[in-house]
């Protein structure tokens, strides 16, 4: 199944104050940037063929992909000046790169690479800078059940501030803790059907327009993860997921704990 990355924003929370032009998606965590992690995470379940949807910053997305280092994070042996990979990241994968635009909002960006997905019933689609361990198969054969045009994984409230209640007169009725409440919040990872392009309109938005629509007409599905699942829309995230890494903790690398499509074998993958 195709996989529709979206990676052409700005992330002007992650800029900390710099006139870097890197786009989110790049942002570092471990030796290799967000985006690498989340295709990584997907072609762990078989998908492979990439779609990203390319805005600011696209040269730093083509350069990494043009110039990729297997060695960064594969075993290999060096022998006679020659390079012998053990194992290979991206080897088997196929990669479309699509200039979408500088301003264009994330709907625009899905109906200009539409062609690319060659009339495919159904797809993946991701914001490409959000690490989850969510059970990819499980999330495609609910929704390839179920007679709707999206899914939606929808994730807790992360919030860590508290809802307060006022009665007229001033006086605290009550306060609860956004996690606790009943809220569910949009976890970025969907399943969709040709059918959403039907109520995406020019220079429209995927959730606020194709979503919603969808939801308005009961063919919207949901699925619920409790499991791990980390943005990455500040500095402050990017950097304690990158802290993370560093001592071992990612339960996102589904793909070093062994099960579907971890690796691809060294014998097709040549040397660097």
Not at 63 to 84: A, K, M, P
Not at 152 to 157: A, D, F, R, T
Not at 249 to 270: H, K, L
Request: net charge negative; with cysteine.
């Amino acid at each position: 199944m195709k996989v529709v990355l979206f990676c052409g924003g700005y992330g002007m929370r992650m800029r900390n104050g710099t006139s870097d032009d890197v786009p989110k998606p790049m942002a570092m965590v471990g030796p290799r940037p967000l985006i690498w992690h989340v295709m990584r995470y997907y072609a762990h379940f078989g998908h492979k063929e990439f779609i990203l949807c390319l805005g600011y910053g696209a040269h730093h997305i083509k350069d990494f992909f043009l110039n990729y280092e297997e060695t960064t994070s594969n075993d290999f042996v060096l022998r006679g000046g020659r390079t012998e990979l053990l194992s290979t990241d991206i080897a088997d994968w196929t990669i479309t790169f699509a200039q979408t635009g500088i301003e264009s909002p994330i709907g625009e960006r899905l109906r200009r690479v539409r062609h690319h997905l060659d009339g495919d019933e159904m797809f993946l689609a991701n914001y490409a800078d959000v690490l989850t361990d969510a059970p990819l198969p499980e999330m495609i054969d609910n929704f390839a059940r179920r007679d709707a045009g999206a899914s939606m994984m929808v994730v807790p409230p992360q919030s860590s501030f508290h809802c307060v209640e006022l009665g007229e007169d001033g006086l605290v009725g009550g306060i609860t803790a956004v996690s606790d409440m009943p809220l569910w919040e949009n976890g970025g990872y969907f399943v969709l059907r040709q059918e959403v392009f039907d109520h995406i309109p020019e220079n429209g938005d995927l959730v606020a327009d194709g979503c919603a629509q969808l939801a308005k007409q009961g063919r919207l599905v949901a699925h619920q993860h409790r499991g791990f699942w980390k943005p990455t829309d500040t500095v402050k995230e990017r950097a304690a997921l990158d802290e993370a890494y560093t001592r071992g903790d990612r339960p996102w690398a589904v793909w070093e704990q062994g099960g579907t499509v971890a690796r691809v074998p060294a014998s097709r993958a040549g040397a660097a």
